[in-house]
C-alpha cells in the first residue's frame, strides 16, 4: 500500500510531487512517458499561474525570458489589440514539463517513468504490464487523457465535439515579427486558433475546431487551407509552416467540463478537474493550482481531505471555466464579428476573469 500514489507526471503532478516532497510526506510518481515529449495542449501561463510557479522554486525568466505582453484578437476584419494586464510567458510544454518535473526530483519527490497506468479500480491502478498498485489517496494528474475507471463522461464532448491540433512552425525572422510579444487568437468558423512565439524562437499554433469542420474539410491539411482561405491574418502566419508540416491532434476534448462531486481518497487535477476552453489560455494555470491546492489539503487533512477539496476546487474554477465558456460560444458562432469592436477594457475583464484565483 502506498500513502499517495500520482497517476501522471505534467504540471499538475509535478507540482503536487513537489510539494509533497518538501513536507516529506511519502508518495510515488508513475509517468507513462521515458522522455519529455511536447504536448499538444497549453504552453501559455498568465501572470498568477507564474506567482503560483514561483511558489515552486520556477522562475518565469526560466522558461523563457522574452515575456508575453499583449493579446491580439482576429474577429472577421477587426484586430483588437490589448496589454495584458501583467506579463505572461509562452512556453513550450516540453520546457514546461522538464523544469517541472526535475524541480520536483530535486525536491526529492520519488518518480518512476515509463510506467503507464491502464485502469484505476477505487484507488487501485493497474498498470500495463498487469501489476496493480493500491494507494491511500490517489491523485489522478492524467491531463488530458482519460484512464479506463475514472474517464470523464461522454457527454460532456457534446454534439459536435471539439479536436485540438497542433502546428509547430519553426523560427522565422519574419514570423515573429507579425506575432512579436503577443498571444493571437484567431476567430474562424466553429473554432479558433491561438498562437505564440515560445522560448526557442519557434512559434506554437494552437486550433481548437468542431469534429463537424474537421469532417467537411476531410484532413487536417485541408482544413490549414479552409482556415487560411477563411481569415487572412491567420494565412500571412501559416505561410511560414513546412511544405507538409505535421499535425498533431486530440480528440473529444471536453471544454466546459468540471467535475462537481468528491470521492474519498480521490484527488482529480488538472483536465480531470476542470476543462477550460483554451482560448482564456488557463488551462495550465488550472493545472498547477490544482496540484497545488490538492498537496496542501493532503498535507493537512490526509486521504480523507479529498471530496472536500475536490467540492472546493470545483467552486473555484466556477468562474474562469463559466466566463471562457461563453466567449468561446459567442467566438464560434455568428456572433463572432462583433467580439471584433470588443473596447480594449472588456478584453482586459475577460482576461482577469478567467484566471484562477
Not at 298 to 324: D, K, L, M, N, T
Amino acid at each position: 500500500m502506498i500513502p499517495a500514489l500520482i497517476v501522471g507526471g505534467g504540471p499538475a503532478g509535478a507540482a503536487t510531487a513537489t510539494l509533497l516532497a518538501r513536507a516529506g510526506l511519502p508518495h510515488l510518481l508513475l509517468e507513462r512517458t521515458r522522455e519529455t515529449g511536447d504536448a499538444l495542449c497549453g504552453g501559455f501561463l498568465s501572470w498568477r499561474t507564474l506567482r503560483s510557479l514561483e511558489t515552486l522554486g520556477i522562475a518565469a525568466t526560466a522558461l523563457n525570458p522574452d515575456p508575453t505582453r499583449r493579446v491580439r484578437l482576429f474577429a472577421g476584419k477587426r484586430i483588437v489589440e490589448a496589454p495584458l494586464p501583467r506579463p505572461a510567458v509562452s512556453v513550450s510544454r516540453h520546457r514546461l514539463d522538464t523544469v517541472m518535473l526535475a524541480r520536483a526530483i530535486a525536491a526529492g519527490a520519488a518518480v518512476e517513468r515509463g510506467v503507464a497506468v491502464r485502469g484505476i479500480d477505487g484507488l487501485v491502478a493497474r498498470t500495463a504490464d498487469g501489476a496493480t498498485i493500491a494507494a491511500d489517496a490517489l491523485f489522478l494528474a492524467s491531463g488530458k487523457h482519460d484512464v479506463r475507471g475514472l474517464a470523464r463522461p461522454e457527454e460532456a464532448r457534446g454534439r459536435d465535439p471539439t479536436m485540438g491540433l497542433r502546428l509547430r512552425m519553426g523560427p522565422a525572422p519574419g514570423l515573429t515579427a507579425l506575432v512579436g510579444d503577443a498571444v493571437e487568437l484567431h476567430l474562424v468558423d466553429r473554432g479558433y486558433a491561438g498562437l505564440a512565439i515560445q522560448e526557442d524562437g519557434s512559434a506554437n499554433l494552437c486550433m481548437a475546431i468542431h469534429l463537424s469542420r474537421l469532417t467537411a474539410a476531410r484532413s487536417p491539411e485541408r482544413l490549414l487551407a479552409a482556415l487560411a482561405a477563411e481569415a487572412p491574418a491567420l494565412a500571412d502566419r501559416l505561410a511560414y509552416a513546412a511544405p507538409s508540416p505535421v499535425i498533431d491532434a486530440v480528440a473529444n476534448v471536453p471544454y466546459g467540463w468540471r467535475v462537481r462531486h468528491g470521492e474519498a481518497g480521490l484527488f482529480r487535477l488538472g483536465d480531470q478537474a476542470g476543462v477550460i476552453p483554451s482560448l482564456a489560455g488557463e488551462g495550465m494555470g488550472i493545472a498547477i493550482a490544482s496540484g497545488i491546492a490538492a498537496a496542501s489539503a493532503y498535507g493537512a487533512g490526509g486521504a480523507a481531505s479529498a471530496a472536500a477539496w475536490q467540492r472546493s476546487f470545483a467552486r473555484r474554477i466556477v468562474q474562469p471555466i463559466g466566463v471562457a465558456s461563453l466567449v468561446r460560444v459567442l467566438g464560434e458562432g455568428r456572433f463572432a464579428p462583433v467580439i471584433g469592436f470588443a473596447p480594449r477594457g472588456l478584453i482586459d475583464l475577460v482576461a482577469r476573469a478567467t484566471r484562477v484565483g
